[in-house]
Structure formats: structure tokens, C-alpha cells
């Protein structure tokens, strides 16, 4: 080879090193920016406004959720001899936020707290609106709306009957601290002299977001990307142009059972059209599948190390196993009949939707169509008054709120039978009705009933009408439940009773357990043995010696382990039955032990008018 021809080989070696070298540094650049920069898909990841919880989607991350026992319960003022009583609760019992990402907004409105002040009997109480203030206050660790500075405001009268006011609150505070139950505090003054008349409080619960990034990268640029090709609009051109998507202003929905002009024309209502389109991705997975998106922040169990979870009812059915579907159907068929209202008021883009779904529980011919935030499921369809609902069977799917009736016969907004009090004001909000359980403080949701009859249950049950009625009553007229039979369960003779006798409803347990779990050794004389029978559940101590020098052993006919004890106790049993979601009764200690209020007992002993008996 010549000397020329090596030389030319030398450089065209180096000339392909620097060629390779200068792609290389193409790519590397080429990658920095794809994993760094705005894509005009995923959109760049924003600052996250508290710890761990991305912007875009704030409803995904539960990490930040506070420990249990981080929330003080407050302790509100009530007396017996107190002229008035002031309570509140929300409406929504959940409010939920769109994704704060300046991309595309709901445009919910602020949640809303309703109140009532009543005059306490006797001769009979009186709902109270002329001549009283009513304020609402948020606590210092509450977070406030976006672009909001009020903490503090006044109540108006609605309808004549009670007082509501919107309350701009966050899931997040000022701090960036996450308060997803936010403590609002309610005052009734007299209007002329500013004396105050009655003090309460309220928790009105909202969500930091909806769990959008279950599914998406983004929440914001990643969805109008999927609805410009889906749809054939160009909501990512718009927003290149710094403008907010309003989802709202084309998806309003049926007006008076007629489909209504939105910006291009007739389109479905937003919660027939995010639910019908998600329903073919979300099939198959009962109350997973409405927990993927409606994100409620709670907890695995009562320890305050235990993970969050994603938990939208907190009340009293969930203890009794009763999941989202059971009132509002399966995703399928809950979409269904958003779907089938607006297929019948002639929006041709419903039965579009509506053939990529398939029926679950109900067929589709039988789905009563339905219209959102106007017709719910009806809280009377199981709770009829004329029976117990059958807890394995219970369902109010199907069954919603008359048309007619509008928002009038919601249960957040109905009143009970003698026309006067509001449900929500007994029951609690909707979602939390009482007793419920709040994963950061055991009893924060149920504030009123503590204040006034100090214990977590609708306001006048266990014979508490005196906190209204300022005596005695012989019977409820408002819309009493029927009441199962009870009977006592008694300490065996020689102990000393700490608490009110437990009651124990067989009828109650029948649909759940077998008999001989309990009555495990048969009758006496064609009689059930009592759990105190000698020979049964009559020990007084937890432990037996054979002799001074053995070892001491459990005690198998200890009576308090027969009821606290390991399964199958009585709260072994409810707490398991608990933690498995399944059908479960009580696990507070008064909600067994039950007893007149003690304001009430203390009356009593003392010879007022407002002592009520059990």
C-alpha cells in the first residue's frame, strides 16, 4: 500500500470517529429533551403544589393524606338549658374539584353548607329564620379557593326554612398542606342585640382532584389531545392560545327534559358523556371502577401508620358492606341511564355511546333513564318504614328521585314528614351520614351529634327528642324506622357493670350467621341457653389456676371475652367483617352500649322536663 493511500485511510478513520461522536451528542441532546422538556402531548410537569402531588392531577396521590389523630376533633358548647339548637352539613357530602391545571375546567360550583336554627320545645319546636344571624367561619388550618381571600361570611335564608351559604375551601391550604376535611364553625346570633344564640360546627369534606392520571400521563394536554382526534375539535390550538377549555360550555345537558344549546350545538351533559365514554375502559370492576376517578382520601384501618386507600362513602353503609353500586349501579349501568334520559330527549350522540356498553345487573330495556345532580338514587326505595332493609340484598339502583320532584326530592334536600327539618340536619351529609367514620380523627363527621346528645347518631334516636323537643316523647313522628326487637344481654351475677347493657336484635343477625355459632350448646328445656347460663359465660376473671404452682391459663367462660374477646365474639366478628367489606354492625362502644344522652340523664337526676327515657 502506498504511503499516500495509508495517509488517505488515517483521515477517513478520523473523519468517521467525529461523525459518530457528533450523532451521538445528537441523540443525547435528542433525549434530554424529550424527557425534560413540554411535549405537546404530556404537556411539562408543573410544580407540585404540596409534597408528592403533581398539579395536573392532585386526586392521584394519597401519600400526602395527614396521619389519623393530625386533626383536632373540636369540642362545641351545648347545655340542657339551652334555648336553641344551630347545626349544619354539606350538600354534596363530597365535594370534588377539577384538576387545578389551567388546561380545562368543570366549572363546579363553590360546595355548598346548609343550616337550620331551631327553637327547642316544649309546647313544640319552632325552624327559626327572622331575627337571627347565622355566620360560618373557616378553621385556620382550612385552605381556600383559588383567587379567594374570604374566610368569613354570612348565611342567607332559602325557602324560608334554612340557611345555605358557598363556602370557596381547597383540599390543600396555604401552607400546601393537605386538609381534605376542612372544619367549618357555624354561629346563630340575635339580629338586633348580636347575642349569641347557639354555636356549631360542620365538616364540608372536598377532594383535591379527580384521579385523572389513573389512565392519563397528563391530566390536561393529554385529554384535549384525545378529544380533538376523537371529536374532530381543536381544543389544543385553542389552548396554545392561553385559552381555558371549559368542558361545560358545550356539554350542558337536558334543560326541562330538552336537550340544551351549548357553544356547537346540542351536546350530551358532562357526567353522561365522561361516564359513557369511560365505561367500556372501566367494565368489570364494580366500586373500583367509580373509585379510579371520584378520589375521597381514607385509610386501610385505624392505625395512624396504616397506607391510604381510595374510599368515597365514609358512613355508616359502608361498615354495613354496602359499595357504590349499590345505589348507583354498576359503571355499565349507572352510564346507561345518564345515557338513556338524553337518548330519549333525542341527542343522537347518546345511543353513539350507549352501543359500545353492555348491561350489567339490569337489562337495558328495563334502565330507567336518569338525570344527573337532578334525579338520585332514592333513599326510600330501601328504607321504605315498613321493614329493615335486607343488608345482603339492598339496592337503590333504579330507583331515583321523581322527576317532578326536581332538586326537591334529593335527600341532601328533602324534609321529613312534618315538613320542618331538613334530613341532612338529623342524618348528616350525604356520603357521611351518621355515624360515620373519618379516616384522620375517628369522630371529626360527626360533630353535631356529639355536641348535642354525645353520641355519634341521628340527631333524637335512642330517645334524645328532648334535644328539640325539650321533653319526653312518647313515639317519633319523623318518619320512624321499624324497630327490630332487642333484648338485653346481662352481666352474670357478681359483676360490676361499667356500661349501659348492650342490646342484641336477632333479626338483625339472621341474614348473617348461623344460629348454632352463638348458641353453640343447644337449649335447655326447648329454650335457648343465655350467654350467662351457669356453666356457660359466667367467669368473672380472665384466668383459672389448678393449683398455687401452675402456670395461669385463659379462662373460656370469661364473660367479657365472650363479647370483646378473639372470634367469634361479637366485636371480633364486626371488626372482621369490617376490614373485609362486608356486611358488619357496630364497632364503637356506644353504638352497643347504648344509653340516653348524659345532658338528658343529668336532667333526669336532677328532676327537670328535659330528661329522656330508653
Excluded at 343488608?391 to 320532584?405: D, H, I, M, Q, Y
Excluded at 333479626?507 to 355459632?517: D, E, G, K, R, Y
Aim: overall charge neutral; proline content about 7%.
Amino acid at each position: 500500500m502506498s504511503k499516500h493511500a495509508s495517509s488517505s485511510s488515517t483521515s477517513y478513520g478520523a473523519w468517521a470517529l467525529a461523525a459518530w461522536l457528533a450523532a451521538l451528542a445528537l441523540f443525547l441532546i435528542w433525549l434530554g429533551w424529550v424527557l425534560f422538556s413540554t411535549s405537546p402531548i404530556e404537556g411539562k410537569a408543573e410544580k407540585p403544589s404540596f409534597p408528592g402531588v403533581a398539579q395536573s392531577d392532585p386526586g392521584t396521590v394519597l401519600d400526602s393524606l395527614p396521619a389519623k389523630g393530625s386533626l383536632a376533633t373540636p369540642n362545641m358548647p351545648f347545655t340542657a338549658s339551652q334555648e336553641y339548637v344551630l347545626t349544619g352539613a354539606g350538600l354534596q357530602g363530597f365535594y370534588q374539584t377539577s384538576a387545578p391545571n389551567d388546561v380545562w375546567t368543570l366549572s363546579y360550583p363553590e360546595p355548598q353548607l346548609n343550616a337550620q336554627v331551631i327553637k327547642r320545645g316544649p309546647p313544640v319546636p319552632e325552624i327559626v329564620t327572622q331575627g337571627v344571624d347565622v355566620t360560618w367561619e373557616l378553621g385556620p388550618q382550612a385552605g381556600l379557593a383559588k383567587d379567594s381571600t374570604t374566610r368569613q361570611g354570612r348565611m342567607n335564608v332559602v325557602e324560608d326554612s334554612f340557611f345555605a351559604a358557598s363556602i370557596p375551601v381547597s383540599a390543600v391550604n396555604a401552607d400546601g398542606v393537605l386538609n381534605p376535611y376542612p372544619v367549618i364553625t357555624l354561629r346563630a346570633k340575635d339580629e338586633k342585640t348580636g347575642k349569641l344564640l347557639a354555636e356549631s360546627a360542620a365538616v364540608l369534606a372536598v377532594s383535591p382532584g379527580f384521579g385523572c392520571a389513573q389512565c392519563h400521563a397528563n391530566a390536561g394536554t393529554a385529554i384535549l389531545e384525545v378529544h380533538d382526534r376523537h371529536q374532530s375539535t381543536h381544543f389544543m390550538e385553542q389552548h396554545a392560545k392561553g385559552e381555558v377549555i371549559a368542558c361545560r360550555s358545550c356539554h350542558v345537558g337536558l334543560k326541562g327534559g330538552k336537550a340544551g344549546e351549548g357553544k356547537s350545538g346540542p351536546e350530551l351533559s358532562v357526567s353522561a358523556a365522561i361516564h359513557g365514554w369511560h365505561a367500556t375502559y372501566l367494565a368489570d370492576r364494580g366500586a373500583d371502577a367509580c373509585k379510579t376517578c371520584h378520589v375521597d382520601l381514607g385509610r386501610t384501618g385505624d392505625d395512624p401508620k396504616d397506607a391510604p386507600r381510595r374510599l368515597f362513602a365514609r358512613d355508616f353503609h359502608v361498615d354495613r358492606g354496602l359499595s357504590c353500586v349499590r345505589c348507583h349501579g354498576f359503571m355499565e349501568d349507572h352510564s346507561l341511564a345518564l345515557l338513556k334520559a338524553e337518548q330519549e330527549a333525542g341527542l343522537p350522540q347518546a345511543a353513539k355511546l350507549m352501543s359500545g356498553i353492555t348491561a350489567r345487573e339490569v337489562p337495558l330495556a328495563k334502565i330507567k333513564g336518569r338525570l344527573p345532580w337532578v334525579q338520585e338514587p332514592d333513599c326510600t326505595s330501601c328504607h321504605n318504614f315498613s321493614e329493615k332493609p335486607n343488608l345482603l340484598t339492598a339496592s337503590a339502583f333504579n330507583k331515583w328521585t321523581p322527576r317532578s320532584e326536581g332538586l326537591s326530592g334529593l335527600f341532601s334536600r328533602r324534609r321529613d314528614d312534618m315538613l320542618m327539618v331538613r334530613c341532612i340536619v338529623c342524618h348528616g351529609a350525604p356520603h357521611a351520614v351518621y355515624p360515620a367514620r373519618n379516616p384522620l380523627a375517628d369522630n371529626l363527621d360527626n360533630l353535631p351529634p356529639l355536641q348535642y346528645q354525645q353520641q355519634a347518631a341521628t340527631l333524637g334516636s335512642y330517645g334524645n327528642c328532648a334535644l328539640c323537643h325539650g321533653q319526653p316523647m312518647d313515639f317519633s313522628a319523623h318518619h320512624p324506622l321499624v324497630q327490630w326487637s332487642e333484648r338485653e344481654i346481662h352481666v352474670p351475677s357478681g359483676a360490676r357493670q361499667t356500661m349501659p347493657p348492650a342490646r342484641f336484635s336477632h333479626q338483625a343477625h339472621t341474614p348473617l350467621i348461623n344460629c348454632t355459632i352463638c348458641h353453640h350448646t343447644g337449649y335447655v328445656d326447648g329454650k335457648s341457653l343465655l350467654c350467662t347460663s351457669s356453666g356457660c359465660h359466667d367467669g368473672l376473671t380472665a384466668t383459672l389456676r389448678t393449683d398455687k404452682n401452675a402456670k395461669p391459663t385463659l379462662n373460656p367462660f370469661y364473660f367479657y371475652n365472650a363479647f370483646h374477646g378473639t372470634y367469634p365474639s361479637c366485636v371480633a366478628c364486626h371488626t372482621e367483617s369490617l376490614a373485609a367489606g362486608k356486611p358488619a354492625g357496630p364497632t364503637d362502644c356506644k353504638a352497643c352500649h347504648q344509653a340516653p344522652s348524659p345532658l338528658w340523664a343529668h336532667e333526669a337526676e336532677a328532676g327537670g322536663s328535659g330528661a329522656a327515657a330508653q
